[in-house]
Nanobody, 124 residues
């Protein structure tokens, strides 16, 4: 089992950058595939990015491809989401999630472990 805690959200302007962090409390963090999801008010929780257990494979939603980068540091039990060229439509609560399937699945139903979320607001 793993506990996740996100940090790094905030209020920024269009075009700015933010780096979200996800701290995991698990001895076997390197066995969890990690992902980021986001949920805007009144909308579903959507997939943003995923990274494999080793970090060698990544996958992104089309809406963030080329702007966001997911990474991980297994030695520190951390996952990150670097967000560049932020847009108002990126405004949402961002969640990190973990699964033991070892695959970078985009379905939220394949992630049993979730953090509490961190708010990202991008003003125009």
């Amino acid at each position: 089992q793993v506990q996740l805690a996100e940090s790094g959200g905030g209020l920024v302007q269009t075009g700015d950058s933010l780096r979200l962090s996800c701290a995991a409390s698990a001895r076997s963090f390197s066995s969890y595939a990690m992902s980021w999801f986001r949920q805007a008010p009144g909308k579903e929780r959507d997939f943003v990015a995923a990274i494999s257990v080793s970090g060698s494979n990544t996958h992104y939603a089309d809406s963030v491809k080329g702007r966001f980068t997911i990474s991980r540091d297994n030695a520190k039990n951390m996952a990150y989401l670097q967000m560049n060229s932020l847009k108002p439509e990126d405004t949402a609560v961002y969640y990190c999630a973990a699964n033991t399937l070892g695959i970078t699945t985009v379905s939220r139903w394949n992630y049993p472990y979730w953090g509490q979320g961190t708010q990202v607001t991008v003003s125009s």
